[in-house]
């Protein structure tokens, strides 16, 4: 754990030398979040704080990762590079959802063909064991898409993002040192020193956002990390301490936020016969602000969220992916419902007259 600590201190002295100036660097350059629409915050604000983030992770890869495996651990970093490089340009000039989703695909797939990163069972589920290399590809480009842009979508206030990948990560980290994957576990520390800096100027009131750089590159590891550990968890021995019985449900719980966030998102936005792309305010942290909540309050309630289903997975650790999922759904479905409702009883309470 000496190294894993180290590595994330090194990142984080990195990204808290490196903030302040790219703060600087787009105050005088002008490349500002501008407040409207449907953004929350009410200032013009830096955008570009990705950029510190992931180049305090690798640079501290280039120092901490063990050069035995960097045969295989070059392939993530290029891949983050691409997304990076996406990031970077969108926060500049807006790219198209094409572009982007092709940018997206073409990361994915180098992980699939060189890393063989890849979803190549069902890992019991409905009976359901090995799977056709092409049903195999498809999916784990779909999953990769998915829980990389679920990040981005949660990326909507100071401090959440931020909040909700340190817990993760960490999580994630951790769990690998236990079984001796130290190479991940770093990587997942590393890049968690990085978030800790940077939530230090992105706390309320923001300093700096990350932006679709910094959005995009962490949902991207978080992806890669939560496929690892799938397979990693699957291929462990029954009598290993650190086994999860579930380990589709148990990476859900993890990285549950977004996952939560865009599923609620697409079936509003789909129950109200609007396109699932069509951007609005209905996410989560949107729907908790309306209870009048801060940005601060209201990432510390969804890290609170967050934590409690990462200790539901490990109460259910003994329990098969058939019943953490069935958990996972139910008490999304519940938590949801009752801020709805919370939501209408608020508005209710300030439509009575005095």
């Known amino acids: 754990m000496a190294i894993q600590l180290a590595a994330a201190i090194t990142s984080f002295v990195i990204s808290f030398l490196i903030v302040p100036v790219i703060i600087k660097y787009s105050l005088k350059k002008n490349l500002l979040d501008v407040p409207g629409r449907r953004k929350i915050h009410k200032k013009v604000t830096p955008s570009m704080g990705g950029i510190a983030i992931f180049c305090a992770f690798f640079i501290s890869s280039l120092i901490w990762i063990n050069l035995s495996s960097w ?3 070059k392939w993530i970093l290029f891949a983050l590079f691409v997304i990076f490089f996406i990031g970077v340009r969108d ?3 807006p790219l198209r959802a094409m572009f982007k989703l092709i940018g997206q695909i073409f990361a994915a797939t180098l992980l699939i ?5 890849r979803i190549d069972s069902f890992y019991g589920i409905l009976g359901i064991t090995d799977l056709p290399d092409a ?4 999916l784990t480009i779909f999953t990769i898409i998915i829980i990389t842009n679920s990040f981005n979508l949660i990326d909507g206030l100071d401090g959440l993002a931020g909040t909700i990948s340190i817990i993760a990560l960490f999580c994630f980290g951790f769990w690998f040192y236990l079984i001796g994957d130290n190479t991940f576990a770093t990587l997942a520390f590393i890049m968690g020193g990085a978030i800790l800096a940077f939530l230090i100027f992105n706390w ?5 956002f990350m932006g679709d750089t910094g959005a995009l590159v962490i949902g991207m590891l978080l992806a890669i990390l939560a496929l690892h550990f799938i397979n990693a968890n699957y291929l462990l021995p029954l009598e290993s301490p650190y086994k999860f019985m579930s380990s589709i449900g148990t990476a859900a719980c993890i990285i549950i936020i977004p996952l939560v966030d865009t599923s609620r998102i697409i079936i509003l936005r789909l129950l109200k016969g609007k396109s699932p792309f069509k951007p609005d305010k209905s996410h989560v942290h949107h729907a908790i602000m309306r209870l009048g909540k801060t940005h601060s309050q209201t990432s510390l309630i969804l890290g609170g969220v967050h ?8 109460a259910l650790r003994n329990f098969t992916d058939r019943y953490v999922l069935l958990a996972v759904v ?3 479905i519940g938590l949801s419902v009752t801020l709805d409702r919370l939501i209408l009883k608020r508005l209710d309470v300030k439509e009575v007259p005095d």
């Open 330 to 332: 139910g008490l999304s």
């Open 307 to 314: 934590v409690f289903y990462i200790l539901m997975a490990l």
């Open 135 to 138: 049903v195999s590809y498809l």
């Open 204 to 208: 309320e009131p923001s300093e700096v």
């Open 91 to 93: 926060d500049l000039v």
């Open 71 to 73: 045969n295989e651990i």
């Open 113 to 117: 063909v060189f890393f063989d990163l």
